[in-house]
């Protein structure tokens, strides 16, 4: 059973930074993505970045250009860097690994941007 392990988040103000990781563990499968997805109040959960196992990443629009995801393999983490944060970035931020066709969440963690 894959656990994920996520830290980082909190609150900052807006215009700076905060830094999300990620660790899972329990799965022996190489070929994998790992990403990043959030979930603002009253509002469905969307993606923000994700990075398969060969360091090809993938953002939103919202996300590129502010936000940098990046991988350890050998931890089996997920980072993602955020900088030049806005209110509108305010939001519980899920972890998802994705293989074998599954998607295992993380427990969330809150980011809060204040204007």
């Known amino acids: 059973q894959v656990q994920l392990q996520e830290s980082g988040g909190g609150f900052v103000q807006a215009g700076g930074s905060l830094s999300l990781s990620c660790e899972a563990s329990?799965?022996?499968?190489?070929?994998?993505?790992m990403g990043w997805y959030r979930q603002a109040p009253e509002k469905q959960r969307e993606m923000v970045a994700f990075?398969?196992?060969?360091?090809?990443?993938n953002y939103t629009d919202g996300a590129k250009g502010r936000f940098t995801i990046s991988r350890d393999n050998a931890q089996n983490t997920v980072y993602l860097q955020m900088n030049s944060l806005e209110p509108e970035d305010t939001a519980v931020y899920y972890c998802?690994?994705?293989?074998?066709?599954?998607?295992?969440w993380g427990q969330g963690t809150q980011v809060t941007v204040s204007s």
């Open positions: 329990g799965s022996s499968d190489f070929l994998n993505v």
């Open positions: 990075i398969t196992t060969g360091g090809r990443a």
């Open positions: 998802l690994y994705y293989s074998g066709g599954n998607n295992h």
